[in-house]
């Protein structure tokens, strides 16, 4: 699998279902979704980076104000972060230890990285 923007520019408009059909246990599942993961987290970047760009191309700002955006915008990506760890770990322990616990810890992180991505796709429109 080709961790890549390139071959899919906006993976969170994807399908996977096909990605996980070639899994035939446990840990080909966790593989399958640790990828999608990866993919989603490189596109929350890309965005994250057109962002502090649109900050700080803004010219009637000062210097100093534009980069207190774009430390606050970190800010927020890093609770959002933190909100999305803590949610898939509620989740992996709903599996009470179970094999399924890391798909379901990843499964709930990699839903929440794609609401995450439309949200911040929504700045842009």
């Known amino acids: 699998f080709e961790i890549s923007l390139i071959k899919y520019p906006e993976p969170e408009n994807n399908s996977w279902h096909e990605h996980y059909e070639e899994a035939l246990c446990t840990a080909s599942l966790n593989q399958a979704v640790s990828e999608l993961m990866s993919l989603q ?5 890309q965005l994250m980076k057109l962002k502090f760009e649109q900050i700080r191309s803004n010219e009637f700002d000062t210097d100093e104000y534009k980069e207190s955006m774009v430390r606050d915008a970190i800010e927020v ?3 959002w972060d933190a ?3 803590a949610r898939g770990r509620e989740v992996a ?8 616990s890391g798909y379901g810890y990843g ?3 990699f839903d929440l990285q794609v609401e ?3 949200d911040l796709l929504a700045v842009y429109k």
């Open 93 to 100: 322990a709903s599996y009470r230890g179970g094999s399924g």
């Open 41 to 45: 987290r490189v596109r929350i970047k």
């Open 83 to 85: 909100y999305a760890q």
């Open 77 to 79: 990506q890093e609770a």
């Open 107 to 109: 499964r709930t992180y």
């Open 116 to 118: 995450r991505i439309k």
